[in-house]
């Protein structure tokens, strides 16, 4: 049982590039999220999904697009990587409103 | 929407002494509040939750909280804390919804 696993760990973008992160859970969640963490800052939702197929914006969704075409795997998108995306990105899932949340451990992405 | 404030940045301790880590919210709706723990290079783990009933609940390793409703606090103690309890903890809420809303962490350092 592996929990929540993202890919990759660790990747550097040049300005306007563009990048997929891949998170994955076995654990039959029905809810997955997308966190961003930074110093002082705490984490913010950038993106959920409270289904297969369902996305939905949070607090900082700008920049970012997702997809939930399977139970498991919810996929965020950078577009056109900006310096100000350098970030630690988590991956959460849950199974349902009001339970904790399992958590991956992290992709470090810096963009120069 | 739900929010979260984490009074402390960083809380320097020493080896066996007791520590507190506050944490204020602010919701127009009743609340679950949750304290996670990040050790280094990893995702956040739950320490203890509030769902409802008795507003102290504990964790196995000696934490505790108390859900306070008319001061909308949810403090973290540890009567006596060990160098292992070095950390970041972050104070959550959800407020019947779909998101969970991050404070920005209290680095807890344990000196001996």
């Known amino acids: 049982n592996a929990g929540v696993t993202q890919t990759p760990k660790f990747r550097v973008l040049k300005t306007g590039q563009s990048m997929t992160l891949l998170c994955a859970q076995d654990m039959n969640h029905e809810y997955m999220y997308w966190y961003r963490q930074d110093p002082g800052m705490g984490l913010r939702l950038i993106h959920y999904s409270v289904g297969e197929g369902t996305t939905a914006k949070g607090e900082v969704p700008d920049g970012y697009n997702v997809s939930r075409l399977k139970k498991q795997n919810f996929l965020l998108g950078l577009e056109s990587a900006a310096p100000s995306q350098t970030s630690v990105y988590f991956c959460?899932?849950?199974?349902?409103?009001?339970?904790?949340?399992?958590f991956g451990n992290g992709t470090r992405l810096t963009v120069t | 929407a739900q929010s979260v404030t984490q009074l402390d940045s960083q809380v320097p301790v020493f080896e066996e002494a007791p520590v507190e880590l506050r944490c204020n919210y602010s919701s127009s709706v009743s609340v679950y509040l949750f304290w996670y723990v990040q050790y280094p290079n990893q995702g956040l783990q739950l320490l203890l939750k509030y769902l409802s009933g008795s507003t102290l609940v504990e964790s196995i390793n000696g934490f505790e909280a108390e859900f306070n409703k008319s001061q909308t606090s949810f403090h973290l103690r540890k009567p006596s804390v060990h160098i292992s309890d070095t950390a970041e903890y972050f104070c959550a809420v959800s407020a019947g919804g779909n998101d969970m809303r991050f404070g920005a962490g209290t680095r807890l350092t344990v000196k001996p």
């Open positions: 959460a899932s849950m199974p349902g409103q009001n339970s904790p949340l399992h």
